[in-house]
C-alpha cells in the first residue's frame, strides 16, 4: 500500500510540475500574442490550473498518509529538513490556492485576473515548489 500510495504521490507531484510549466509558458506567450492567441491560453491555463490543483490535492492526501503510516504522524519522527519541506510545501499551497481564487473572483464577475499579482504569485510559488522538493531529496535521501 505505500509503494502504490508513493507512486501516486510522485505521478500527481510530476504531472502539477509540468503543468506549471506549461502555465507560465503560456502565460509568457499570451502576453506576446494576438488578443484571440491570448484567450485561446489563457483557456488552456485555467484547465491546466484545475488539473494541478486536483494533482496538489492528490500529492497531500498521499503525502499524509505515507508520514502517518511509516512514521504514526509522531512530528519528531524526522529531522529538521523535513519539518522546512513542509513549511514550503504550506506556502507552495497558500500560493497556490490564492491563484485559484483569484481566478475564479474574476470569472466570476468577467473580467480577467490581475497579471501581475498572478505573475508574482506564479514565481513565488515556483520558488516555494522548488525549495519544496530540494528537502524533500535531502529529507528522504
Known amino acids: 500500500m505505500f509503494d502504490t500510495l508513493k507512486i501516486i504521490h510522485l505521478l500527481a507531484m510530476g504531472l502539477g510540475v ?3 510549466v506549461v502555465k507560465a509558458i503560456l502565460g509568457a506567450r499570451a502576453r506576446r500574442a494576438g ?12 484547465i491546466t490550473g484545475r488539473i494541478g490543483a486536483w494533482s496538489l490535492l492528490a500529492i497531500w492526501i498521499t503525502g499524509l498518509a505515507m508520514y502517518f503510516m511509516r512514521y504514526g504522524g509522531e512530528l519528531g519522527a524526522l ?4 519539518h522546512v519541506k513542509l513549511l514550503f510545501a504550506v506556502i507552495f499551497t497558500a500560493l497556490t490556492l ?8 474574476a470569472r ?5 485576473p490581475d497579471a501581475a499579482m498572478m505573475r508574482t504569485a506564479g514565481m513565488a510559488g ?11 531529496v535531502i529529507a528522504f535521501g
Open 108 to 112: 466570476a464577475s468577467g473580467t480577467r
Open 98 to 105: 490564492y491563484a485559484l481564487v483569484i481566478s475564479a473572483r
Open 126 to 136: 515556483s520558488v516555494a515548489l522548488l525549495l519544496t522538493v530540494i528537502f524533500a
Open 18 to 20: 509540468g503543468f506549471a
Open 79 to 82: 529531522d529538521w529538513t523535513f
Open 35 to 46: 488578443e484571440a492567441v491570448a484567450e485561446e491560453h489563457r483557456a488552456v491555463q485555467q
